[in-house]
């Protein structure tokens, strides 16, 4: 003990600072050190299951960006099949349109060929007749003028002769 005493130190303070030391550590432990701890493990847990859950939105995202282009690219696929198929029933729709308008143009034209050639036809009826008139009055006048013999033979040669041409 000679030496605790050379350095000026007292044995009961010493117990009792130590003792105080204890006391405090205890209670530093207990009441801060330990919550805090605490507090900061539950933290760090957090922004563990924070960044597993950031992983794991990431990796979702991808997959919900990789299901929508096949999804957009389906779509895609299924509106070009079908426009084809819009095309095709516009292409048959005017095939059928335009076949039916010839149709008809074709049976408007014969039905007006038809009208022409009895027009004509009554036309022609009507001009023969009226040329048959007009000979008939030509002859009726010839003959009442003053026949000879030598002028009915020189009509008779006449017609013969156009009628040979």
Known sequence: MGLIEALGLDGRILLAQFLNFAVLLFVLW??????IFKILEERRLKIDQGLDDADAAAKSLLLTEEENKQLLIKARQEASLIIEAAQQQADERQREVVAK???????????ERAKIVAEKEKMMSQLKG?????????LQQFLSENMTDKRDQEVISKIVTNLEK
């Open 30 to 35: 207990r009441f801060a050190y330990k919550p």
């Open 101 to 111: 308008a010839e149709t008809e143009i074709n049976v408007i034209t014969e039905k």
């Open 130 to 138: 009226e040329v048959s008139a007009l000979v008939l009055a030509g």
